[in-house]
Every structure is written in structure tokens, then in C-alpha cells.
């Protein structure tokens, strides 16, 4: 059974920097793309990054272009957003979620399989 587990959500000030990692177990970690996600009250969950299995292609949205990376380690089967510059309105819980067609760089929450359980991230001004 896949599970996700996300880690490094906290409070920051503006203009500070973020990691958060996504541990992935119970398949093998680079048969799957990875997304994050995140949800702030009151709004719909958006697709902030994703990466395919290799890392050869990436997705940003554009409210994070510039100020969030996403990268992987299948390896150790863990997946990493590095968040600097952050401003108030990236407030939110932020998930990563997993989906099986590897090769396919997906920004939908709907493509996505498994999800993790979310860990929010607070950025006070």
C-alpha cells in the first residue's frame, strides 16, 4: 500500500525559506510522478510543482515560479519542495500526492493516485 508522508510545514515571516519533503513508501518511488499541492481556506487545492519520475521535466505555477523548487531523491524514495521568498499568501496546507503514469508531467488533482496527509505551512507578514 503506497503511503505519503509530508514533513517541514511551520510558521515563518515573510521572505523566509521553507523545505518541505514528501517520504514515499510500499512501491517503488520512481515508477511515479509527484505532485504538491496546496489548499488555503476558502480556496480550491492547486497544483504549486510537480516533477516527473526522472526529474527531466518540471511544472511550476506561476504564483511560485522563481521562489519554489521541487526535486527527488528516488533513491530514498523522497520527494522535496525548497520554498524561499515566501509571502503570506502562500499560507496554506501543502500535500504531495503521487501518480502512476510516470512520464506525465500532471497538474490536476484528479490524475493524481495516492495522496499524503498534509502539513501546513503558516507565513506571517
Known amino acids: 500500500q503506497v503511503q505519503l508522508v509530508e514533513s517541514g510545514g511551520g510558521l515563518v515571516q515573510a521572505g523566509d525559506s521553507l523545505s518541505l519533503s514528501c517520504t514515499f513508501s510500499g512501491r517503488t518511488f520512481s515508477y511515479y510522478t509527484m505532485g504538491w499541492f496546496r489548499q488555503a481556506p476558502g480556496k480550491e487545492r492547486e497544483c504549486v510543482a510537480a516533477i516527473i519520475w526522472n526529474g527531466g521535466r518540471t511544472y511550476y505555477a506561476d504564483s511560485v515560479k522563481g521562489r519554489f523548487t521541487i526535486s527527488r531523491d528516488n533513491a530514498k524514495n523522497t520527494g522535496y519542495l525548497q520554498m524561499n521568498s515566501l509571502k503570506p499568501e502562500d499560507t496554506a496546507v501543502y500535500s504531495c500526492?503521487?501518480?502512476?503514469?510516470?512520464?506525465?508531467?500532471?497538474?490536476?488533482?484528479?490524475?493524481?493516485?495516492?495522496w499524503g496527509q498534509g502539513t501546513q505551512v503558516t507565513v506571517s507578514s
Open positions: 500526492a503521487a501518480d502512476r503514469r510516470y512520464t506525465t508531467l500532471s497538474t490536476r488533482r484528479e490524475e493524481y493516485d495516492y
